[in-house]
C-alpha cells in the first residue's frame, strides 16, 4: 500500500495537470500514476469539501496552442481551472513536433515550446489558485551564466516565468543549479535521476561486480566532476575525470572545438567504466571519451546522461557500437525519445515519470520533497538486494511499509 505519511494535508486546490503537445506521453504516464495511487489511498477524508474532486479518473487539463500559417499562435484552456493547483509539463526541446508556416511544415524551437508555457499561464487568467512548471529540460541552461558582452537566457526566462505568477519551477540536472539565484524568492529545483540510472542498470546488467576493483565512474569533464563522485560515492568506488584541452581562438558551431582529452585518474585496465554527464548531445565528446578509455583497455563501458538528444542522429553511435567503443547507453525518458534511438540495441531508457508524479502529488499536498531529493537510502536498498540476486524487482521495499515510487 502506498506510503501517505506526508500526505494527510489538505491539498492546496483541486489538482490538475497540463500536458503540452511537446510533453503528451510522459504527462498521460504520470497521470496514470497519480489517479491509481489516490483510488488506493486509505484513511484521508476524501468526502469532505477539501477533498472534493480528490479522486479522479484523469487529472489532465484539455488545452490547445492553435497555430496560425503566419507562425502566430493562442492558448486555449477548454476545462475550468478555477481554484487549482494547476501543474504545466513540457519539454521545450521536442523537435519533433511541427506546424503550418507559409505552407511548409517546420519543426517547433525551445522558444516555441517557451512561448506556449506562457500562454498557458496567460489564458489560466489568474483564476488558478497555484501555478507550477514542470520543465525537464531547462530553457536556456545552456545559457545560463554571461562571460562577455552576451545574453543571459536561462534567468531571464526564470524571472519571466515569476513575474507571470509561477510559484515552483521544477526541472531535472540543471547545468548550472546556481541559475536559481536569479528568483531566490520562488520555488526551483533541480532534480537529479541518479536512482532511475542505478535503477536500469541493475536491472539490464547482470554481471557487474559492485566494487572499488572492478568498476570506475568517470567524468567526461570538469563540470560533471560533482555529478561523477555523487554516483561514485554509492558505489564505493573511484572517480576519474578527463579534461577538454579547447582552442580558444576559434570558434566552431558555437562553441571553441575540443583539441584533446586528458585523462586525470587511476588506471581503468580491466574495470567497467560509468561515464555520466547531463546530456548527449552531438555524441561526439562522450563517444571520444569512450575511445580513450578503450585505449587504456578498459573493460566495458557505459554512458549515462540525462538528456539523450542525439542532435546529429543515431549512426555515428552505431559505427561506435560495432567497433565496441561503448556497450551502453542509458538516458531518461525526460525529453522525447526519437523511435529510432528507442529501437537501438544499445540503448535503454530509464523512466523518471514516476518521480515526477511522487513530486506532484507530494507538492499538491504542501508536503515536504526533501526525502524525495535525497535517494540514498533506497539506491543502497537496491544495491545490497543486486549483489544478493544480480538483479533487482520493479518495486522499491523499505522495512515495514511498501513505498509507492521508483
Same mark, same amino acid.
Given at each position: 500500500m502506498p506510503d501517505q505519511s506526508k500526505l494527510v494535508t489538505v491539498p492546496v486546490g483541486p489538482l490538475r495537470i497540463v500536458a503540452l503537445s511537446s510533453c503528451t506521453t510522459l504527462g498521460q504516464r504520470v497521470d496514470r500514476y497519480i489517479s491509481r495511487w489516490r483510488k488506493e489511498r486509505e %484513511?484521508?477524508?476524501?468526502? @469532505?469539501?477539501?477533498?472534493?474532486?480528490?479522486e479522479k479518473d484523469s487529472y489532465l487539463v484539455n488545452v490547445e496552442c492553435t497555430r496560425f500559417a503566419s507562425g502566430e499562435a493562442k492558448g486555449v484552456i477548454k476545462d475550468s481551472v478555477r481554484g487549482a493547483d494547476l501543474y504545466i509539463l513540457v519539454d521545450v526541446i521536442n523537435s519533433s513536433i511541427e506546424y503550418n508556416l507559409g505552407g511548409r511544415m517546420v519543426p517547433m524551437s525551445p522558444d516555441e515550446h517557451f512561448a506556449d508555457v506562457k500562454r498557458i499561464i496567460a489564458a489560466s487568467a489568474g !483564476?488558478? /489558485? /497555484?501555478? +507550477?512548471?514542470?520543465?525537464?529540460?531547462?530553457?536556456? &541552461?545552456?545559457? =545560463? #551564466?554571461?562571460?562577455s558582452r552576451e545574453s543571459l537566457d536561462c534567468a531571464i526566462a526564470l524571472q519571466e516565468l515569476v513575474s507571470m505568477g509561477v510559484e515552483n519551477i521544477i526541472t531535472? %540536472? $540543471?547545468?548550472?543549479? !546556481?541559475?536559481?539565484? $536569479?528568483?531566490?524568492? @520562488?520555488?526551483?529545483e533541480s532534480l537529479m535521476p541518479t536512482y532511475q540510472f542505478i535503477k536500469c542498470m541493475l536491472k539490464t546488467i547482470p554481471d557487474l561486480e559492485l566494487d572499488n576493483d572492478h568498476i570506475m565512474v568517470i567524468s567526461p569533464d570538469e563540470g560533471a566532476m560533482n555529478r561523477a563522485i555523487y554516483f561514485a560515492n554509492h558505489f564505493g568506488v573511484d572517480v576519474g575525470m578527463f579534461y577538454k584541452r579547447r582552442d580558444y581562438s576559434r570558434v566552431v558551431n558555437g562553441k571553441n572545438p575540443i583539441v584533446a582529452h586528458e585523462f586525470l585518474g587511476d588506471s581503468v585496465e580491466g574495470k567497467d567504466v560509468i561515464i555520466i554527464d547531463d546530456m548527449i548531445a552531438s555524441g561526439e565528446s562522450m563517444l571520444d571519451v569512450a575511445r580513450e578509455l578503450k585505449r587504456r583497455k578498459a573493460k566495458r563501458v557505459f554512458c549515462l546522461a540525462t538528456f539523450g538528444l542525439f542532435t546529429a542522429g543515431v549512426e555515428v553511435f552505431d559505427k561506435a557500437y560495432e567497433e565496441g567503443i561503448f556497450n551502453m547507453v542509458i &538516458?531518461? +525518458?525526460?525529453?522525447?525519445? !526519437?523511435?529510432?534511438?528507442? @529501437?537501438?540495441?544499445?540503448? !535503454?531508457s530509464a523512466d523518471i515519470s514516476k518521480y515526477i $508524479?511522487?513530486?506532484? %502529488?507530494?507538492? +499538491?499536498? =504542501?508536503?515536504?520533497?526533501? %526525502?524525495?531529493?535525497?535517494?540514498?537510502?533506497?539506491?543502497?536498498?537496491?544495491? #545490497?538486494?543486486y549483489k544478493q540476486n544480480h538483479t533487482i524487482s520493479d518495486n522499491y521495499t523499505a522495512p515495514g511499509q511498501q513505498l509507492y515510487f521508483l
Open positions: %484513511d484521508l477524508s476524501t468526502q @469532505s469539501v477539501e477533498f472534493t474532486g480528490y !483564476k488558478a /489558485r /497555484r501555478i +507550477n512548471v514542470i520543465m525537464p529540460f531547462l530553457y536556456e &541552461s545552456r545559457q =545560463d #551564466k554571461r562571460a531535472f %540536472d $540543471a547545468h548550472e543549479p !546556481k541559475v536559481q539565484n $536569479a528568483i531566490p524568492t @520562488s520555488g526551483f &538516458s531518461t +525518458n525526460a525529453t522525447h525519445e !526519437k523511435p529510432e534511438v528507442l @529501437s537501438r540495441p544499445w540503448y !535503454k $508524479a511522487i513530486v506532484i %502529488d507530494h507538492l +499538491n499536498h =504542501d508536503a515536504s520533497i526533501n %526525502d524525495l531529493l535525497n535517494p540514498t537510502e533506497r539506491i543502497m536498498t537496491r544495491i #545490497k538486494e
